[in-house]
């Protein structure tokens, strides 16, 4: 028996989420039901997303991820099925036993326990993971250093055997591990390779470990970095499945530095990086564009600039129409003490500007500034 389940772009789509990661309807009572009448049923998930199957897993004798796989789907899954084919995917993503095992959907940090990197539960399949009507067996992991420094690379290699009676491809994945006060994923993958091994033979694979592949961003640096000290080298079948570690020692360093911009030449106000949804980008009379605070508090902010020369004063190009309002200047953190405050003036007309300052208190290095307007609505428009 053959029962085909999965989802379609009414379950989930671009701009709608999903509310749960089950099979939606009565699929899983369909599941179960054919289960009962015939245990010998194979299991097609034609979906776009993971889903959690755990009676399925649990159950079944055999179950098959299909994706959206197009017009001839049909015909891959027979191959697969009576044996055609020897299947060699491996999942790009992790799936779940439950929702509860995952954050919000409104909650975007990765590092709150979601994908493989972070997660710290056990997952219904890991990333990584696939089957094949074969097996294959992991051995003689070597490398070509034990010391990974700035402008080098490490070669990693391993054997790879079919071990089992058919023709097969293996995916064949690269993990690093950091151990680190920060909070570094328990793995992460640096490489892969897709190999065809006939019964018995023997290939080896090989990898390129770069210094680049062990950086994490360093908020109070904003450089790319490497911490040093020794990194943790798994290669295996996925990324709960390791067959073989190893490790290289990392001399620390800097890789790269993000970009800087100049706070002494003049910046246009629609060049920020983040703002308020209650600060509207809009035209000037001339055609330009400025940007128009709508409402108290609202703020832009302009990451990474370098005051490495030092600075002592903020200048601004502002139309306004009321009086009482201001241009609070902030750095790195809406929540920090204000550094300036720009008092606006009423220019007459909303589309005539004029340029003014205030005094800030000397800053030096590389800062986030946050512009916050204050006053009622509309506080001025900022060319």
Partial sequence: MVLVCGTDQDTGREGK???????????????????????????????????????????????????????????????VIFGDYNPGGKLASTWYKSINDIPSKYDYDVKNNRTYMYFKGTPLYPFGY????????????????????????????????????????????????????????????????????????????????????????????????????????????????????ASVNSIAGTVSSTYRQSPYIVTQAENYENKTATVALKSTSDGDLCIDSLVNNSHVVFKNMNFDAGVRSFKACYASMQSGGSISVVLDKLTEKEVGNLKITPTGNINTYMTDSCDLSAISGVRDVYLVFKGGTSVCKLN
């Fill in 17 to 79: 989420d999903r509310t749960d990661i089950v099979l939606p309807g009565a699929q899983q009572q369909l599941i179960q039901a054919v289960y009962q009448a015939n245990p010998q049923t194979i299991l097609v998930l034609v979906t776009g997303f993971s889903l959690s199957v755990v009676y399925a897993q649990d159950n079944l004798p055999a179950i098959m991820s299909a994706w959206f796989a197009g017009q001839a789907q049909g015909t891959a899954i027979a191959d």
């Fill in 130 to 245: 696939g089957l094949s009507y074969t097996t294959f067996n992991y051995s003689n992991i070597a490398l070509s250093s034990t010391t990974l420094g700035l402008g080098n690379s490490v070669d990693v290699s391993a054997d790879i055997t079919n071990t089992g009676s058919r023709a097969g491809e293996e995916v064949t994945q690269l993990y690093i591990n950091i151990p680190s006060t920060l909070v570094r994923p328990t793995k992460q993958l640096k490489g892969f390779s897709r190999i065809a091994l006939q019964p018995g033979e023997t290939k080896n694979v090989k990898f390129k470990l770069t210094y680049e592949d062990l950086q994490y961003y360093n908020e109070a640096t904003r450089n790319f970095e490497v911490e040093g000290d020794p990194v943790n080298i798994y290669v295996g079948s996925s990324s709960q499945d390791i067959r073989l570690t």
